[in-house]
């Protein structure tokens, strides 16, 4: 299977916990990267496969995988977190890559 | 600093043609692995297309396959994306992405996209 699932919106009240879902056969064999896109910008990797931070993202961002499903987690969420978030994975397959189809997130 | 700098995008009719270069500066261009990634307006992000290092690899999304085409000039780090037979649907921003590929264990693991241009857009229309 090439689709990775994501809830399409999310809320969250500023310094709460949030976490963002990606689910997808393909999970079970590869490991998902997280993205954040801000309105007007282009995507930024928040997460990496190995479920670890870019340099430069604050350690409020944090990943774990179990079975088909990837998860980004938002520590203490803040203003500057609201944007759409992206998931990214190879294939079954392991050729092509696919992206969940994003998740808004809402920082109240 | 590691910098992608899309260019290329335009106005196009139905059937038309474009190619897109993605500029690349900061980091060793051949030694990786890149894609291409577009947005349609309001969409979320799709995959378009990858290439290996030595560009002798390439991986097309089913919805490009036999129309836009991947390469890359390892002597001027340049990428690029060849688009035929265009449609209304390539309309989107495209985006030139960077992958982090490393040995773990004795397999390459695909870290993901950890660079990206800024973007170039592309609208098909009469």
């Known amino acids: 299977s090439s689709e990775l699932t994501q809830d399409p919106a999310v809320s969250v009240a500023v310094g709460q916990t949030v976490r963002i879902t990606c689910r997808g056969d393909?999970?079970?064999?590869?490991?998902a990267s997280w993205y954040q896109q801000r309105p007007g910008q282009a995507p930024v990797l928040v997460i990496d496969?190995?479920?670890n931070r870019p340099l430069g993202i604050p350690d409020r961002f944090s990943g774990s995988s179990s079975g088909d499903t990837g998860s980004l987690t938002i520590t203490g969420a803040q203003a500057e977190d609201e944007a759409d978030y992206y998931c990214?994975?190879?294939?079954?397959?392991?050729?092509?890559?696919?992206f969940g189809g994003g998740t808004k997130l809402t920082v109240l | 600093e590691v910098h992608l700098l899309e260019s290329g995008g335009n106005l196009v009719q139905p059937g038309g043609s474009l190619r897109l270069s993605c500029a690349a500066s900061?980091?060793?261009?051949?030694?990786?692995?890149m894609s291409w990634v577009r947005q349609a307006p309001g969409k979320g992000l799709e995959w378009v297309a990858m290439?290996?290092?030595?560009?002798?690899?390439?991986y097309y999304a089913n919805s490009v396959e036999g129309r836009l085409t991947i390469s890359r000039d390892n002597s001027k780090s340049v990428l690029y994306l060849q688009m035929n037979r265009l449609r209304a649907e390539d309309t989107a921003v495209y985006y030139c992405?960077?992958?982090?590929?490393?040995?773990?264990?004795?397999?390459?693991?695909?870290?993901?996209?950890?660079?990206w241009g800024q973007g170039t857009t592309v609208a098909v229309s009469s």
């Open positions: 290439i290996s290092a030595d560009g002798d690899r390439t």
């Open positions: 992405a960077k992958e982090r590929w490393e040995l773990l264990g004795g397999n390459w693991f695909y870290y993901g996209m950890d660079v």
């Open positions: 990214n994975s190879r294939d079954s397959g392991g050729n092509h890559r696919v």
């Open positions: 393909s999970l079970r064999r590869h490991y």
């Open positions: 496969a190995t479920n």
């Open positions: 900061g980091f060793t261009f051949s030694n990786y692995a």
